[in-house]
Every structure is written in structure tokens, then in C-alpha cells.
T-cell receptor, first 121, second 117 residues
Framework: AAGVIQSPRHLIKEKRETATLKCYPI?????VYWYQQGPGQDPQFLIS???????DKGSIPDRFSAQQFSDYHSELNMSSLELGDSALYFC????????????????????FGPGTRLLVL | AQSVAQPEDQVNVAEGNPLTVKCTYS??????LFWYVQYPNRGLQFLLK??????LVKGSYGFEAEFNKSQTSFHLKKPSALVSDSALYFC???????????????FGKGTRLHILP
């Protein structure tokens, strides 16, 4: 079965550079979530999108932005990178599947991609 | 504040013995509870979830978890551990309030499970 695809899998950047991470959800999934997992840490929620609109916002720095496109893929844009941004960035997707409901369904399981490992030097 | 606690950083179990990975939570309302497993250098894999109904939930790879509302716990269990079960296990919760804007998952800190051959 198709899974969540993330690209690139590994990325090395220098301080103050920018990075763009991409996430392709499972087909027919309408919701995308971004999480950041620092070394030895639990995943922390950054931001989510449902039907191409931001649905929730967590601990995402102002230097980061994200969007979900018409094909439901999402991109996380990171600017002015700092050493502390080095982490594993996970994307997850789910299928709310509720016609006429304009927000994600918390019952739905989130399926995670393999992650993008970002190293900022 | 909503939170998830995994009191053990590491659990060591001999192969073939039963295992338990503990999880307690603190959220308003009736939560949706999840367990995920993370193998080295891999993404998070869904194991099982509790939404409603039977308190004992069965999931992937022979794992199960028991929801205990009075103790606000959702411990992960397996009757007979395998060496291949060695991994990092995360307990997670989502609030169930339909009016709540938060659709994020709140993860515990993770418990590293070592199955000894």
C-alpha cells in the first residue's frame, strides 16, 4: 500500500540558509501534519492543514511557513536556519472523510512518513 | 494542560516473557489514545488506537493496550516478547472535543524497549 512520501530524506544546510521540505500524503488523504523530533526527543507538533487550509498551529517558529497545495501535498519552508533546527521532520497524513465537515476528524489515525533529517551546520 | 506521561525511559524484557510499557495521560474529556513504534532511523509506525468501546484494544505485531479510565492509563502489552520488538515506543493522545480546534497529537517522551535474547 502507498505510504506517506517525504523528500528529501536527508538535508544539510548552513546557518541562515533556507530549506524546503516536501510531503506527499497517502492518496485520498485530505489532512497533513508536520512534526519536529529533536535528538532524543518526542515529536512536537508544528502545523496541520485540512483541505488546503491551515487547521491547527503548534510550536512552529515564525521563521517557518507551510502550505498545502491543490494536489494535497504540503511543503514546509524554513528560513534563517539555526543550529537548533537540526532535527527529524515528520509529515503525517489522515483521511477525515466527512463530507461537509470543515475540519479534521480527531478519530482518524495519522500515518507518518519516513521523515527528513535536517542538519544545520 | 494536556499531557502524556511515559514513566519509564527504558524497559528490559527477556525474549518470550510478557512485556508492559506504561502510559498515563491528562486531558479534558474522553481522549483518543494511540501507540506508535519507531525503529532506528525510521518513521513512526501506527500500532493501535482506542476511540471507544472495548477497553482492550488489539493492534499490529501482537500488541494490545488496555484503556483504564479511572487510572487514566493506556498501557501497551504483549504476551510474549520478540527480539524484533526492540524499538522506541510512543504513547500519544488527541482530545475528543469536537469543538476543540486542536487536531494535533500529543506524544509522550517515549520508552525504549530492549528485548534480551
Amino acid at each position: 500500500a502507498a505510504g506517506v512520501i517525504q523528500s528529501p530524506r536527508h538535508l544539510i544546510k548552513e546557518k541562515r540558509e533556507t530549506a524546503t521540505l516536501k510531503c506527499y500524503p497517502i492518496p485520498r488523504h485530505d489532512t497533513v501534519y508536520w512534526y519536529q523530533q529533536g535528538p532524543g526527543q518526542d515529536p512536537q507538533f508544528l502545523i496541520s492543514f485540512y483541505e488546503k487550509m491551515q487547521s491547527d498551529k503548534g510550536s512552529i517558529p515564525d521563521r517557518f511557513s507551510a502550505q498545502q497545495f491543490s494536489d494535497y501535498h504540503s511543503e514546509l519552508n524554513m528560513s534563517s536556519l539555526e543550529l537548533g533546527d537540526s532535527a527529524l521532520y515528520f509529515c503525517a497524513s489522515s483521511n477525515s472523510g466527512l463530507a461537509g465537515v470543515r475540519r479534521p476528524n480527531p478519530r482518524e489515525t495519522q500515518y507518518f512518513g519516513p521523515g527528513t533529517r535536517l542538519l544545520v551546520l | 494542560a494536556q499531557s502524556v506521561a511515559q514513566p519509564e525511559d527504558q524497559v528490559n524484557v527477556a525474549e518470550g516473557n510478557p512485556l508492559t510499557v506504561k502510559c498515563t495521560y491528562s486531558v479534558s474529556g474522553n481522549p483518543y489514545l494511540f501507540w506508535y513504534v519507531q525503529y532506528p532511523n525510521r518513521g513512526l509506525q501506527f500500532l493501535l488506537k482506542y476511540i471507544t468501546g472495548d477497553n482492550l484494544v488489539k493492534g499490529s505485531y501482537g500488541f494490545e493496550a488496555e484503556f483504564n479510565k479511572s487510572q487514566t492509563s493506556f498501557h501497551l502489552k504483549k504476551p510474549s516478547a520478540l527480539v524484533s520488538d526492540s524499538a522506541l515506543y510512543f504513547c500519544a493522545v488527541r482530545p475528543s472535543d469536537s469543538m476543540n480546534r486542536d487536531d494535533k497529537i500529543i506524544f509522550g517522551k517515549g520508552t525504549r524497549l530492549h528485548i534480551l535474547p
